[in-house]
């Protein structure tokens, strides 16, 4: 064959090729230009979220130490397990095989599994071992991520005051409510691409911002006093079958709270377990008719306005006092009683006796000195005032049964102030629980100083009350909270509870005992108290030996020398 | 000849072009394997970093004072905080007043004192 025809054989061919080539490189230009004009924002968008990431990036939320840097409330991080329900391939042996490992019921891990989007929880903030438990399972479609988990080593000490957080780690109780700003830091974030594979793909594209912890809150509690208080009041709470119980510990020159517990408790690694009740903080959100334990208001007002004398006498009517068409009875009855003895045996018809001389409106004045239906502006949530009726709304029978602790309601944290404000010479002192607030290097960002807010009595006043409660724990209702070589001194009060009718209970008895030791040179304020104990209700009998073996180990653990 | 040249250097031309190319791909495939391992290392730290906060968090609820006390009662011994009848308080110790004593008298009397024993002191270094 030769060239000429050979050419003539091929080339229409090539001809129609490259028409064809021309065609298809048209059409392919027209359609990168439609793409180009009309889908390329969906596109591109389509694109970087597959490629680029944007992440934030959890703060640590800070930690919670006692007054000694103990730590008290903890974050560490855990994984939580998801699930991208599109890529399972045998979803019921995928649910059977999760539900032995995290000890779920299968149909609810299957429900998880059927879910239409792609992505669902299977488990949050789970340990070690469960996480490598389900990676041996080589189960497609699960992932895990870092959650942070609020966690507290002491398990339920001091769990009132410390409070609990959600799952989303916002504080929601105590100060982990009240200090959340503090405690939770700011989120970071990570700007970056990803590979086929969805690793980060580090230089390009990255930007970082770091997360800040949150800032670390230092407390006036000491874990070892608010462990041994915990414990005393817990056996006395099961001892006595009582509804509910408190203490509190305080220091009453600076009102550093050292212990505050309640009874029942709650324990925050597992708040779901406990009833709602058990998470209350009774020291600041209960307020209830003190009993005897007010008589200090009354006994600081008789000494300050100088209407009696110590060694005065009034008589207490053989245990029965008519007044005003009511008749007040003493547990047993008095003849004549000196005025430090009326409080030494708890008279309360000389106490009253005594009131009248003092009178309403002077009364008033030192029980709103003693901080009594204020809030002590304590840091903790929900603290309540109590009711103290102002005197035009004071009926004849109110300054008799206010001056015994009846008609007024207080908190246990209000009478801690009080007898606070007896013990450190006449000063009513802010009650505090913060320390300070200071970043992870220990640099202090916010402190708080201890406050004297203002003068409730003279120096010579207090001392005087101080000799009378003395009185009461050496011979009198008090006795069995006596410390051998301290000197304790202190008030037993044994209140009456108001049934529904509103008619004083003759079953229900909130009994207390409020005390501070030395007496001459006082290192604490101890105040406890017990809801409902039964049988027994005295204050002196129930509540004093708390006082004693917690005052006990506070004089062993801080090392005081016997004073007498 | 011409001709030849050219097309020599456009070979040339192309084939470090190729080779630069291949440099710089080389060189990128290396920096994300380099960032990779990074990163690698970066999660193991992090990984390490919050086991250790787990011990550590184990450890302060092993000795937390609740704990202790639980597991005490369980074992059935009675721990208390001492009696001051318990308590011996020991003055200041020989050694302590030797040392003092030794100051006073100055290095070269120290030689020919025959005062203690020899004995092994722990090595603050």
């Known amino acids: ?564 | 000849m011409r001709a030849i040249l050219n097309t020599h250097k456009l070979i040339a031309f192309v084939v470090t072009i190729t080779l630069a190319a291949l440099f710089y791909v080389n060189q990128q495939a290396l920096v994300y394997q380099i960032g990779l391992k990074v990163k690698e290392n970066q999660q193991t730290c992090s990984k390490l970093v919050d086991h250790n906060r787990i011990l550590v968090y184990n450890v302060l609820n092993l000795k937390s004072p609740v704990t202790l006390e639980t597991k005490l009662l369980a074992e059935e011994v009675e721990l208390d905080m001492p009696h001051k009848w318990q308590v011996v308080k020991i003055g200041s110790s020989p050694d302590k007043n030797f040392r003092q004593n030794a100051a006073k008298r100055g290095l070269f009397a120290n030689l020919f004192v025959i005062g203690r024993e020899a004995e092994a002191s722990p090595n603050t270094n």
């Open chain 1, 1 to 564: 064959m030769c060239r000429k025809t050979l050419n003539k054989l091929i080339a229409p061919r090539i001809k129609k090729v490259l028409y064809s080539l021309v065609v298809l490189f048209v059409l392919l230009a027209v359609r990168l230009f439609c793409v180009q004009l009309g889908a390329a924002k969906p596109l591109s968008k389509l694109a970087s979220d597959q490629y680029k990431t944007f992440s934030r990036l959890l703060p640590r939320r800070g930690m919670i130490y006692d007054r000694n840097l103990r730590e008290l409330a903890v974050s560490i991080n855990l994984d939580s397990v998801f699930i991208d329900p599109a890529l399972v391939e045998d979803r019921h042996s995928a649910a059977d095989k999760l539900s032995a490992v995290l000890e779920e019921d299968p149909e609810e891990i299957l429900k998880k599994i059927d879910n239409k989007k792609r992505f669902a929880w299977l488990a949050r903030r789970i340990e070690t071992q469960a996480v490598n438990d389900i990676k041996r399972l080589s189960i497609k479609g699960i992932g895990f991520t870092k959650e942070p988990k609020r966690v507290y080593p002491n398990d339920a000490l001091a769990s009132h005051v410390l409070g609990f957080v959600g799952l989303d780690d916002e504080g929601l109780e105590g100060i982990e409510l009240l200090y959340n700003q503090y405690l939770t830091g700011t989120v970071g974030w990570i700007y970056s691409i990803r590979d086929a594979k969805k690793r980060e793909v580090p230089g390009y594209e990255y930007r970082e911002i770091s997360p800040a912890d949150g800032n670390d809150v230092v407390l006036t509690i000491d874990s070892v006093v608010q462990a041994f208080a915990e414990k005393e009041l817990e056996r006395s709470f099961k001892k006595y079958n009582a509804k509910g119980g408190m203490i509190v510990v305080m220091e009453p020159y600076t009102g550093d709270i050292l212990a505050l517990a309640n009874r029942p408790t709650f324990n925050p690694n597992k708040i779901g377990d406990y009833p709602v009740e058990a998470r209350r903080n009774r020291v600041v959100c209960d307020f209830f008719e003190p009993g005897s334990s007010f008589k200090i208001v009354t006994a600081t007002a008789v000494v300050e306005e100088d209407v009696m004398g110590m060694d005065d006498e009034l008589y207490c009517e053989n245990g029965e006092f008519k007044w005003s068409m009511h008749t007040y009875h003493d547990y047993k009855p008095y003849e004549w009683l000196k005025f430090r003895d009326i409080i030494k045996y708890s008279s309360n018809i000389g106490t009253m006796k005594s009131a009248l001389k003092v009178g309403d409106r002077r009364l008033y004045r030192y029980i709103k000195r003693f901080g009594f239906g204020n809030k002590t502006d304590i840091d903790l949530p929900g603290e309540v005032r109590g009711i103290i009726r102002p005197t035009n709304e004071w009926s004849k029978l109110s300054l008799c049964s206010i001056s015994m602790g009846q008609e007024v309601t207080v908190t246990a944290l209000q009478l801690a102030c009080a007898l606070s404000s007896v013990a450190n010479g006449g000063f009513y002192v802010k009650p505090r629980i913060v320390t300070r607030v200071q970043d992870k290097t220990g640099y202090v960002i916010e402190k708080f100083e201890p406050r004297k807010l203002h003068r409730v009595m003279s120096g010579e006043t207090s001392e005087k009350v101080r000799e009378i409660l003395r009185g009461v724990v050496a011979e009198g209702t008090g006795m069995r909270a006596e410390v051998k070589g301290y000197s304790p001194a202190g008030k037993t009060g044994t209140a009456q509870k108001v049934e529904e009718d509103g008619r004083y209970s003759h079953r229900k008895f909130m009994s207390s005992f409020i005390g501070f030791l030395p007496y001459n040179d006082p290192k604490f304020v101890v105040v406890v108290l017990m809801d409902e104990p039964r049988p027994i209700y005295y204050g002196g009998t129930v509540c004093a030996p708390v006082f004693k073996e917690v005052a006990e180990q506070l004089m062993r653990y801080y090392k005081i020398e016997p004073t007498s």
